[in-house]
C-alpha cells in the first residue's frame, strides 16, 4: 500500500473512533521516524511563534493529551513521534536572531536548520564546528540529541558549541540556560531529547575557517585492527576521521574499510580564500559528470538493496578505493560533509523503511565488541548494508552517549520477513554492548529497552533526570513514543 493510501486510511479509521475530547481531525496526520520503519497518528502542529507555542500547550492540557517535540524529523525511529498526541513541529520558527560575524556567534531559533546555519556564515569565514551526516536537522533537534560529527574525539559534541539556550516550560515560562545560569537544566536539556522543554532560541559558538576546502585523504584498511590502528596512530593530527566498513567481509579481512581523513587549511595555505568560500562553491553539484542527476540513482541502487547485491556493493566499493590508492585531494566543506544529501538513498531501503543501531564502546573494548557484533549478523544472515565507524569522548551532559572509544552506525533494511529476527539481533548485540561498558544513541534508536537503558545510563542518572523532569514538566506534558518506551516505566 504507498504511503498516501495508508494515511487516509489511518485518518478515516481515526475520525470514526474519535472520542468527544478529539482535536480537530484536520491536523491529524502520519508522522513518521526517518529510517520509516516506525511511524504513528498524530496532531500535527507547526506553530511560529512563543504565543502559538503556549496556546498548544493550554490546548494539550484542555485534552488531555501530551506533546511530542520535532525538528527536522531526522531522527530514524521514534524520538520524534508522539501517537495519538500533538507533535509540535518546530520547522516554522527559523528565523535567524542575531549574527556577529567577528566572533562567530549565531543566535537562531530552533528550526533553523545546519544548512541554513552554514550558507548564512560561510562566506564570513564561519563554519559548523560540528557537521552530522545531513544537514537537514534542525538546530533545536540537534541540541536535543546532542549529536556528533566525524570530528567528535577532538571538538566534542553539539551541545559544547552551545553558549546558551531559551528552553520554555510547559507552564509557559522561559529560562535562560548556560553554563552559568541555570546550569542544571542546561546540561540536562542537551541531550534530553525534547523532556525538559522546547528550546525557543539558541546561542551557537562557530569555527573559524580561513578556506573553503579541507585536505582530504582517501584510503583503505584491510580489516578492523588496521582500521582502528590508524585512528590510533592519526587521532593527535586530523581534524576529521571516519571510516566505512564492509559488514560483508569475514576472517582475516573482517571490517575492511575506506577511510577519510581531512584537516583544515592554515591561514594563507588557500590563495583565494574569498573565492573558494563562495556558496556556489560548498554545494554538491545536482548532476554526476555534468548530466545523469543525483536524485535518480536510487533506482539503480534497488536490484541491489539485499543481501547479495550489498555484498557486491560492499566489495566493489573496497576494491575500487584500493585500487586507487591513497588519494589526496582538497574538497569543499560542504561536499566532504553533505554528500549524502545529494542522493536519495533511503528509497532503495523500500516500503519496511531501515533501523539503525549505533553502539558507543570504549576504546580497549572497541575491537573486541565490534568483531563480536558484525559476526553475529553475518551468523544470523543479517549483515547490515551500511556501516560507518567514528571516533568520541565523553561530554559533559546527563543524558550522554559518550565514551573515550569508537561507535559503529549500522543500517539494516526492514522486511515483514525479517523484522522480528532483527529485533532479536539486536537483543543479541545489545548484550556485548553492556558486557563492553557501551553506551547507546537514541537519536538513532527504536529497540532500546528500560532495563537496558538503566544498565548503560545507571539508575542515579536516570533518577536526577526524572527529578529535573518533574521540576520542568511537573503535569508530565511532554512525552514521544521514545520516552513511553524506554523511560516512562522505571
Ligand atoms: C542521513 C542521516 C545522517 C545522520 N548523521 C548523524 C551524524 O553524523 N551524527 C549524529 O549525531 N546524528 C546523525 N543523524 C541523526 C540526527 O542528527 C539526529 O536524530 C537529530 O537529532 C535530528 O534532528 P532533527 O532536527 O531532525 O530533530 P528530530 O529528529 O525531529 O527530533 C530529535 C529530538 O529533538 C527533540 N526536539 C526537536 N526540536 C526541539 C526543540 N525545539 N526543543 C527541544 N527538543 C526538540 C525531539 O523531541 C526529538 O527528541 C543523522 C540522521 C540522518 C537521517
Same mark, same amino acid.
Given at each position: 500500500?504507498?504511503?498516501?493510501?495508508?494515511?487516509?486510511?489511518?485518518?478515516?479509521?481515526?475520525?470514526?473512533?474519535?472520542?468527544?475530547?478529539?482535536?480537530?481531525?484536520?491536523?491529524?496526520?502520519?508522522?513518521?521516524?526517518?529510517?520509516?520503519?516506525?511511524?504513528?497518528?498524530?496532531?500535527?502542529?507547526?506553530?511560529?511563534?512563543?504565543?502559538?507555542?503556549?496556546?498548544?500547550?493550554?490546548?494539550?492540557?484542555?485534552?488531555?493529551?501530551?506533546?511530542?517535540?520535532?525538528?527536522?524529523?531526522?531522527?530514524?525511529?521514534?524520538?520524534?513521534?508522539?501517537?495519538?498526541?500533538?507533535?509540535?513541529?518546530?520547522?516554522?520558527?527559523?528565523?535567524?536572531?542575531?549574527?556577529?560575524?567577528?566572533?562567530?556567534?549565531?543566535?537562531?531559533?530552533?528550526?533553523?536548520?545546519?544548512?541554513?546555519?552554514?550558507?548564512?556564515?560561510?562566506?564570513?569565514?564561519?563554519?559548523?564546528?560540528?557537521?552530522?551526516?545531513?544537514?537537514?536537522?534542525?538546530?533545536?533537534?540537534?541540541?536535543?540529541?546532542?549529536?556528533?560529527?566525524?570530528?567528535?574525539?577532538?571538538?566534542?559534541?553539539?551541545?559544547?558549541?552551545?553558549?546558551?539556550?531559551?528552553?520554555?516550560?510547559?507552564?509557559?515560562?522561559?529560562?535562560?540556560?548556560? @553554563?552559568?545560569?541555570?546550569?542544571?537544566?542546561?546540561?540536562?536539556?542537551?541531550?534530553?531529547?525534547?523532556?525538559?522543554?522546547?528550546?525557543?532560541?539558541?546561542?551557537?559558538?562557530?569555527?573559524?575557517?580561513?578556506?573553503?576546502?579541507?585536505?582530504?585523504?582517501?584510503?583503505?584498511?584491510?580489516?578492523?585492527?588496521?582500521?582502528?590502528?590508524?585512528?590510533?596512530?592519526?587521532?593527535?593530527?586530523?581534524?576529521?576521521?571516519?571510516?566505512?566498513?564492509?559488514?560483508?567481509?569475514?576472517?582475516?579481512?573482517?571490517?575492511?574499510?575506506?577511510?577519510? @581523513?581531512?584537516?583544515?587549511?592554515?591561514?594563507?595555505?588557500?590563495?583565494?580564500?574569498?573565492?573558494?568560500?563562495?556558496?556556489?562553491?560548498?554545494?554538491?553539484?545536482?548532476?554526476?559528470?555534468?548530466?545523469?542527476?543525483?536524485?535518480?540513482?536510487?533506482?539503480?541502487?534497488?536490484?541491489?538493496?539485499?543481501?547479495?547485491?550489498?555484498?557486491?556493493?560492499?566489495?566493489?566499493?573496497?576494491?575500487?578505493?584500493?585500487?586507487?590508492?591513497?588519494?589526496?585531494?582538497?574538497?569543499?566543506?560542504?561536499?566532504?560533509?553533505?554528500?549524502?544529501?545529494?542522493?536519495?538513498?533511503?528509497?532503495?531501503?523500500?516500503?519496511?523503511?531501515?533501523?539503525?543501531?549505533?553502539?558507543?564502546?570504549?576504546?580497549?573494548?572497541?575491537?573486541?565488541?565490534?568483531?563480536?557484533?558484525?559476526?553475529?549478523?553475518?551468523?544470523?544472515?543479517?549483515?547490515?548494508?551500511?556501516?560507518?565507524?567514528?571516533?568520541?569522548?565523553?561530554?559533559?551532559?546527563?543524558?550522554?552517549?559518550?565514551?573515550?572509544?569508537?561507535?559503529?552506525?549500522?543500517?539494516?533494511?526492514?522486511?515483514?520477513?525479517?523484522?522480528?529476527?532483527?529485533?532479536?539481533?539486536?537483543?543479541?548485540?545489545?548484550?556485548?554492548?553492556?558486557?563492553?561498558?557501551?553506551?547507546?544513541?537514541?537519536?538513532?534508536?527504536?529497540?532500546?529497552?528500560?532495563?537496558?537503558?538503566?544498565?548503560?545510563?545507571?539508575?542515579?542518572?536516570?533518577?536526577?533526570?526524572?527529578?529535573?523532569?518533574?521540576?520542568?514538566?511537573?503535569?508530565?506534558?511532554?512525552?514521544?513514543?521514545?520516552?513511553?518506551?524506554?523511560?516512562?516505566?522505571?
Amino acid at each position: 500500500m504507498v504511503y498516501e493510501e495508508l494515511e487516509t486510511m489511518m485518518m478515516a479509521e481515526w475520525e470514526q473512533n474519535a472520542p468527544s475530547s478529539a482535536l480537530s481531525p484536520a491536523h491529524l496526520e502520519v508522522v513518521p521516524g526517518w529510517g520509516e520503519a516506525y511511524k504513528g497518528l498524530a496532531y500535527v502542529y507547526r506553530p511560529v511563534n512563543i504565543a502559538q507555542l503556549r496556546q498548544v500547550f493550554q490546548m494539550a492540557k484542555d485534552h488531555g493529551r501530551t506533546v511530542g517535540l520535532r525538528g527536522g524529523g531526522n531522527s530514524y525511529g521514534d524520538a520524534a513521534l508522539n501517537d495519538e498526541n500533538i507533535v509540535l513541529d518546530m520547522r516554522r520558527m527559523n528565523r535567524i536572531l542575531a549574527w556577529e560575524p567577528g566572533n562567530g556567534r549565531l543566535t537562531v531559533e530552533p528550526g533553523v536548520t545546519l544548512q541554513r546555519v552554514w550558507e548564512y556564515t560561510v562566506e564570513d569565514g564561519w563554519w559548523l564546528p560540528v557537521a552530522t551526516g545531513t544537514m537537514k536537522i534542525t538546530v533545536g533537534g540537534g541540541a536535543a540529541m546532542n549529536v556528533h560529527g566525524k570530528n567528535a574525539w577532538k571538538i566534542g559534541t553539539f551541545g559544547e558549541h552551545i553558549a546558551e539556550f531559551d528552553l520554555m516550560l510547559p507552564s509557559g515560562e522561559i529560562l535562560t540556560c548556560s @553554563r552559568e545560569q541555570n546550569s542544571d537544566l542546561f546540561h540536562a536539556a542537551i541531550g534530553g531529547f525534547g523532556m525538559l522543554g522546547i528550546f525557543t532560541s539558541l546561542t551557537l559558538q562557530l569555527k573559524r575557517v580561513y578556506s573553503g576546502l579541507l585536505e582530504v585523504e582517501g584510503f583503505t584498511r584491510p580489516n578492523l585492527h588496521e582500521t582502528m590502528a590508524y585512528f590510533d596512530d592519526h587521532l593527535h593530527n586530523s581534524d576529521y576521521l571516519v571510516a566505512w566498513l564492509d559488514a560483508f567481509s569475514k576472517g582475516k579481512a573482517l571490517g575492511r574499510s575506506e577511510l577519510h @581523513r581531512a584537516h583544515y587549511l592554515r591561514p594563507g595555505a588557500d590563495p583565494h580564500p574569498a573565492q573558494t568560500l563562495r556558496l556556489d562553491q560548498q554545494h554538491v553539484p545536482p548532476e554526476i559528470m555534468g548530466f545523469f542527476p543525483r536524485s535518480a540513482l536510487w533506482r539503480f541502487q534497488v536490484p541491489f538493496w539485499n543481501n547479495f547485491g550489498m555484498r557486491f556493493v560492499n566489495t566493489v566499493k573496497y576494491y575500487a578505493a584500493r585500487r586507487k590508492g591513497h588519494l589526496k585531494y582538497r574538497e569543499a566543506h560542504g561536499v566532504y560533509h553533505f554528500l549524502l544529501d545529494s542522493l536519495d538513498w533511503k528509497k532503495p531501503f523500500g516500503k519496511g523503511g531501515l533501523i539503525q543501531y549505533q553502539p558507543f564502546i570504549p576504546a580497549q573494548n572497541a575491537e573486541k565488541a565490534f568483531t563480536e557484533i558484525l559476526q553475529l549478523g553475518q551468523k544470523h544472515d543479517l549483515p547490515n548494508f551500511l556501516t560507518v565507524m567514528k571516533r568520541h569522548k565523553p561530554d559533559p551532559f546527563l543524558i550522554s552517549y559518550g565514551v573515550d572509544g569508537y561507535s559503529l552506525a549500522m543500517d539494516w533494511k526492514v522486511t515483514k520477513g525479517n523484522r522480528e529476527r532483527l529485533v532479536q539481533l539486536t537483543r543479541e548485540m545489545d548484550e556485548i554492548v553492556l558486557a563492553n561498558n557501551g553506551r547507546f544513541y537514541l537519536a538513532k534508536d527504536s529497540v532500546l529497552r528500560p532495563e537496558v537503558a538503566c544498565a548503560y545510563l545507571g539508575e542515579a542518572t536516570i533518577t536526577r533526570f526524572r527529578e529535573l523532569k518533574q521540576r520542568c514538566d511537573p503535569d508530565g506534558i511532554l512525552e514521544t513514543n521514545l520516552w513511553r518506551r524506554v523511560f516512562s516505566g522505571n
